[in-house]
């Protein structure tokens, strides 16, 4: 019968070893072997690890000083080239054979530098580190420095049970890593993956694993509340549920988001996540409140933006500042100053880069914004209210009685193209979208209603608008939406809303005013949020268009000080409110 080879016999005797016996006795090289009273290690390796240590010495001798301190941490077993043949003598004396090769020392590593699989299963045998401090002396006694060191990933709770013994204790090892080599190992995977750009888990629960298209119709149905809380499950989600297509429909129903109600986008440039937290500040009416600009006498302020320009009046000039980045301050120096009415500038409005402003002289003024181009012209009686251009067509309202028509073509300025007799003291006005027609808004002194449609080619009436308007129920501020939808406030204390689609005889929509003030000034983003100004005390309201009730009041001055708002303004960030002494701004932004 054909004996097995000793490297198999061992191979059997330590998977033999290990299966009966809780703690094994190992010897000095960490494989099993009888135990013995003459010292630390002796058995199968005892013989192995003598000829080891005399290599070394020998090798320690001849080389420069630290040639083979890599090995050292092991036990002096050896480094580099030199560990490799006194490790392979111990290993042919132990009769190891191929399965012992497959744990060759750290000797042999530093020779071929290892693979993959090899540092994976890499032990660390710490076998005269535990012995004492009896043989730690009889290391030093025969000149040997050994220096301790623990490998990276290294774990010094993975060692199995020591074998006591009266002259040294002994490690062993055991193959498959325990309990805390896995929470190590989990949290260098972590580490590293923090140091790594956010990328797509490669594995987890199986939501992550679907198509991006199929993920976001499922996130499509979520709330803001719960993407919120999406968001911090790791950062690929936060990353993806940031996507502006998530937040679009949240978008759309939030106040003040950059959305119109027909879908239109005002603020493509804004990351939409961004602005429904803004949002959310405007429902709860959350502000920071502040003070841009001040003037020494009482004025009746109107104002107009343009990106990141403020273009206000103060007596019969209109001033242009430069806002700074955080959009709640203004650089106190003014980029132009336009001139050329002799008295108050009453109204004015942006387009075309031109600036078109009535005074209370009766003059209309077209000035150029980036030049010093300045007409004006006598286009009425008596002081002009208001005036509005859309399109190459100004039209203009008086305290005379009259509206009119003017062309706003270099060629032809000063022209009048049409003149009608509105009967009334007109106070506002508005041009279609559509270039139709444009809409005036009276004094409501006669017996007719204050708000009239005309043609914009004609000149002619084409409707009223509404019926039941009580004696003196002026209309201060009147606004198209869209074609058909128009907005209106004024003396009677109602906001209404018109669908010209539904009826012209009734409104389809109004908002009373609590404390029963004239409303000044209105302004809509489009969509759901409304803000007025009143004339008591400054008041700012905020309306949500989907409830009768008002959302929010901003009381801007005090007793002494009462102002009406004569104009405001806001973004999707900011409102300013233009008062008599001063102008007050909301920063949603940074409440």
């Not at 759309?252 to 119109?260: C, D, E, K, M, P």
């Not at 008295?343 to 980036?370: Q, R, Y």
């Not at 003030?517 to 309306?543: E, F, I, P």
Request: net charge positive; with cysteine; hydrophobic share 35%.
């Amino acid at each position: 019968m054909v004996s097995p080879p000793p490297g198999a016999a061992a191979a059997a005797a330590a998977r033999l070893c290990f299966g009966l016996c809780p703690r094994p006795l190992m010897g000095s090289q960490g494989h099993p072997g009888p135990p013995g009273n003459g010292g630390p290690g002796e058995g199968e390796g005892g013989e192995a690890r003598k000829l080891q240590e005399g290599r070394v010495a020998r090798g320690k001798r001849r080389k420069a000083k630290g040639k083979g301190k890599a090995g050292a941490g092991q036990g002096g077993r050896g480094s580099g080239a030199e560990g490799k043949p006194g490790l392979q003598k111990a290993k042919e004396a132990a009769g190891l054979g191929a399965e012992a090769g497959a744990r060759a020392g750290p000797g042999e590593e530093g020779e071929r530098g290892g693979n993959v699989e090899e540092g994976a299963r890499r032990i660390v045998r710490e076998d005269e580190g535990s012995a004492g401090a009896g043989r730690e002396a009889r290391g030093r006694g025969d000149g040997k420095e050994e220096e301790w060191k623990v490998r990276p990933g290294r774990r010094e709770d993975a060692r199995p049970g020591r074998a006591q013994g009266r002259g040294a204790q002994a490690w062993g090892c055991i193959a498959g890593p325990g309990a805390a080599g896995v929470a190590v190992a989990a949290a260098a995977e972590e580490e590293a993956a923090a140091r790594e750009p956010a990328g797509r888990p490669a594995a987890g629960p199986a939501l992550l694993r679907l198509p991006e298209e199929l993920l976001l119709l499922i996130c499509s149905y979520l709330d803001m509340r719960a993407l919120g809380r999406l968001a911090q499950v790791c950062r690929w989600l936060r990353r993806f549920t940031s996507c502006d297509l998530l937040w679009r429909r949240i978008a759309r129903a939030s106040l003040n988001s950059g959305f119109t109600r027909l879908g239109t986008d005002l603020m493509a440039s804004v990351p939409v996540k961004e602005r429904v937290k803004v949002s959310q500040n405007w429902r709860l009416g959350r502000c920071r409140e502040g003070i841009l600009l001040k003037w020494r006498c009482s004025q009746m302020p109107w104002m107009q933006l343009e990106g990141d320009s403020l273009y206000i009046s103060q007596a019969n000039f209109i001033l242009a500042y430069q806002f700074r980045p955080d959009g709640a301050s203004l650089n106190r120096r003014p980029l132009g100053v336009f001139a050329g009415h002799d008295e108050d500038v009453c109204h004015f409005v942006l387009a075309n880069s031109h600036i078109i402003s009535a005074g209370g002289d009766g003059k209309i003024g077209v000035h150029k914004i980036h030049s010093t181009f300045t007409v004006k012209y006598s286009a009425h009686e008596q002081e002009v209210n208001c005036v509005d251009c859309r399109g190459g067509i100004i039209v203009s309202g008086s305290r005379d009685r009259t509206a009119k028509v003017w062309p706003l073509a270099s060629g032809r300025l000063g022209q009048c193209l049409h003149t009608i007799q509105t009967e009334d003291r007109v106070w506002s006005i508005a041009i279609s979208p559509v270039l139709s027609s444009f809409v005036t808004g009276t004094a409501c002194c006669g017996h007719f209603s204050p708000l009239r449609i005309w043609d914009l080619n004609s000149g002619q009436l084409m409707m009223h608008l509404g019926s039941d308007f009580p004696p003196g129920a002026g209309v201060l501020d009147v606004m198209y939406e869209s074609p058909s939808t128009l907005l209106s406030c004024g003396y009677d204390t109602y906001v209404r809303y018109w669908d010209l689609r539904a009826s012209v005889r009734k409104c389809v929509m109004e908002w009373e005013e609590p404390h029963d003030s004239t409303l000044y000034c209105l302004q809509t983003d489009g969509n759901h949020l409304l803000a007025t100004g009143s004339s008591y005390y400054g008041v700012v309201r905020l309306w949500d268009r989907r409830q009768r009730a008002c959302l929010h009041a901003f009381p801007l001055t005090s007793t002494p000080l009462s102002s009406p708002v004569y104009c405001l303004r806001f973004t999707t960030k900011h409102l300013y409110a233009a008062l008599s002494y001063n102008l007050h701004v909301l920063d949603f932004q940074n409440p």
